[in-house]
């Protein structure tokens, strides 16, 4: 299992992504978070460009008041409607998910949140 944080957001759209075999709830439907991820591990901290596939439950605890507003756009995904400011980065990137790796998927790793933490 890995200690993962979210420092910075692309976009969030419903999974499409099929052959996922999920262990957290698999008859949940998951949203993708695609962004900056901080991947905490024993020996280095490694920020990088990452997806994450957790429940609305749980984006909502990532989001939980860190005044962070999801605008839809025309290709149904979800956007920041600003920029995160430093201080929203550093309150969701204090948010620890733990996470179990996934694979890679064109080139980017990704995770599956099993639990959300702060």
């Known amino acids: 299992m890995k200690e993962i944080h979210i420092t910075g957001i692309e976009y969030v759209e419903y999974n499409n992504a099929e052959g996922i075999n999920f262990k957290y709830k698999p008859e949940v439907p998951k949203l993708k978070?695609?962004?900056?991820l901080l991947i905490a591990d024993e020996n280095e901290e490694d920020e990088q460009t990452g997806m994450v596939f957790l429940t609305q439950k749980q984006l909502n605890q990532v989001l939980n008041n860190k005044e962070v507003d999801l605008a839809v756009a025309d290709d149904n995904r979800w956007y920041?409607?600003?920029p995160l400011n430093k201080e929203q980065t550093k309150?969701?990137?204090?948010?620890?998910?733990?996470?179990?790796?996934?694979?890679?998927?064109?080139?980017?790793n990704t995770f599956e949140v099993l639990k959300v933490s702060e």
Request: aromatic share 4%.
């Open 33 to 36: 978070v695609v962004g900056t």
């Open 80 to 82: 920041p409607s600003k």
């Open 91 to 108: 309150k969701i990137g204090l948010v620890t998910l733990e996470s179990e790796f996934l694979g890679t998927m064109n080139d980017v």
